[in-house]
């Protein structure tokens, strides 16, 4: 997983998004323990998607033994354990002490977490809530005790008191619940911005890596993948009903639609299925009220497909071969070769998917149709890994069998023919993306801050030194 960072002087990470909710057995200490706050906080646990970072390198590993190495333009984030272990994990904190790492990123010892763990979006936790989540993590997650590495960043970003004037900056008021706005929308509005942490993802960054407010849920690049514009405008969700909403939540497919991928795909998986109708409803009530932000034409995926020439495999020069071998052949740029030797046997020489729309349609499809190619880039790059009750998708990825070049002839070949045919992909932007997206713009100026506080600092020095020679002559 690749998140953004967000720090003032160091790193500020989005969550994105997910692995597996835990279902551990009960340790024994939960002997005589109330159950009710456990299994509430565990379904707050899946809700808030603690898992996202807080899993093991293993998918056979205990959930919450730490260990996953989350990348960042700064350097690797290791996910600490959580569990009630006392000497590896979270088993001496305290309540207080717990909630202070949960709403103002603080540990037990007092050092400050990177926002890799949301904790800004965290602040806004009830107190209830939290109570729930602690009789949870203390006694219905088992313990694990073993020690996960210590993350250890380059300079000036393994800094963690910078985080303090971050966190005075961009560490908002919490949720308050609004008397004047229905049940329905306070719910919605909690789960999206505190427990869903959603805005970590959709919200883009200012200068110093904090969400920009003025440009709420308007969709931001996370590590390469776009999370698009959830707001009302058509260039967002505008045109999704709220029914849409709630079957993409929960299954991360609408027919001739969308498909999730990437970050989100892994929050459905691990943390959106689990969750209620009635908290899923509310999610899509309170997301389709959001104020519009337009971010470029309105999306639709109504339209009638265009007319395509159906195009005979047997006529292709060199004939469609499915091996990966012949299709790591770095010569091969030609954009319809590509298609029907990779991805036409799922989606169809003529782009319109399977009659039953499990391997979907490239025309109806806003990762085709809108302003931006990201996720079409990235879903070749990477493939789309998806797990819901019903069933299982898994596109296969291509990085390692297509070159940057190729990955741009295929997508080119996609857009021209099936999708939004005013963009167009070259091969820096698949050689961005396969590095995990944009540098922000405080790790790109880092070295110029650096070396202008050395020379500020010699200057300081300097002057001292002449000051002091002065007073003696």
Not at 68 to 94: C, F, H, K, L, Q
Not at 121 to 136: C, E
Not at 199 to 225: F, K, Q
């Amino acid at each position: 997983m690749r998140l953004p960072s967000s720090w003032l002087l160091g790193v500020a990470f989005m969550f994105s998004l997910a692995s597996h909710a835990s279902g551990a057995a009960s340790p024994s200490n939960a002997a005589n323990v109330n159950d009710e706050p456990i299994q509430q906080g565990e379904y707050l646990a899946r809700a808030a998607d603690c898992s996202a970072c807080h899993r093991p390198p293993e998918e056979s590993g205990q959930p919450f033994a730490g260990g996953y190495v989350i990348a960042s333009p700064m350097g690797d984030i290791i996910a600490s354990n959580i569990t009630p272990s006392r000497e590896y994990g979270i088993g001496d904190y305290s309540e207080a002490q717990f909630k202070r790492a949960l709403t103002e990123g603080i540990r037990a010892d007092g050092a400050h977490l990177y926002p890799a763990m949301p904790y800004t979006a965290y602040s806004g936790l009830t107190d209830d809530d939290i109570h729930a989540l602690y009789s949870y993590f203390m006694h219905g997650v088992e313990a694990v005790d073993e020690p996960t590495p210590e993350t250890s960043l380059p300079f000036p970003f393994n800094l963690r008191v910078s985080m303090a004037a971050w966190n005075f900056l961009f560490l908002d008021d919490a949720y308050t619940h609004d008397p004047e706005q229905s049940d329905t929308l306070n719910r919605g509005r909690y789960l999206v911005d505190t427990l869903g942490h959603c805005s970590a993802c959709h919200t883009p960054r200012n200068a110093l890596m904090g969400e920009n407010n003025d440009r709420y849920l308007a969709g931001a690049n996370v590590g390469g993948w776009y999370a698009p514009n959830i707001t009302s405008d058509a260039s967002g969700i505008g045109n999704w009903s709220v029914e849409e909403l709630v079957q993409y939540l929960r299954t991360g497919h609408v027919e001739n639609k969308a498909q999730a991928g990437g970050g989100m795909a892994e929050a459905i998986e691990h943390s959106l299925r689990y969750l209620s109708d009635e908290d899923l409803h509310s999610m899509a009530v309170y997301l389709k009220q959001v104020p519009p932000t337009a971010i470029g034409p309105a999306i639709d995926v109504s339209q009638a497909p265009r007319e395509v020439e159906p195009v005979s495999p047997a006529t292709l020069e060199p004939p469609r071969n499915d091996d990966p071998q012949a299709m790591s052949d770095g010569k091969r740029t030609d954009g319809q070769t590509l298609y029907n030797g990779a991805c036409a046997s799922c989606h169809q020489i003529d782009g319109q998917g399977t009659d039953d729309q499990f391997y979907p349609s490239l025309i109806h499809n806003t990762a085709t149709q809108g302003a931006n190619a990201d996720n079409l880039i990235m879903s070749v790059l990477q493939g789309v890994h998806r797990e819901i009750d019903d069933y299982t998708v898994a596109m296969p990825a291509f990085g390692e069998q297509l070159n940057d070049e190729q990955i741009a002839a295929v997508s080119n070949y996609v857009l021209s023919q099936f999708g939004n045919p005013e963009l167009e992909v070259d091969a820096a932007r698949v050689t961005e993306l396969r590095q995990g997206g944009p540098t922000p713009l405080l790790v790109k100026a880092m070295p110029w801050l650096m070396a202008a506080g050395v020379i500020f600092a010699l200057f300081v020095v300097g002057l001292i030194v002449f000051l002091i020679r002065r007073k003696r002559r």
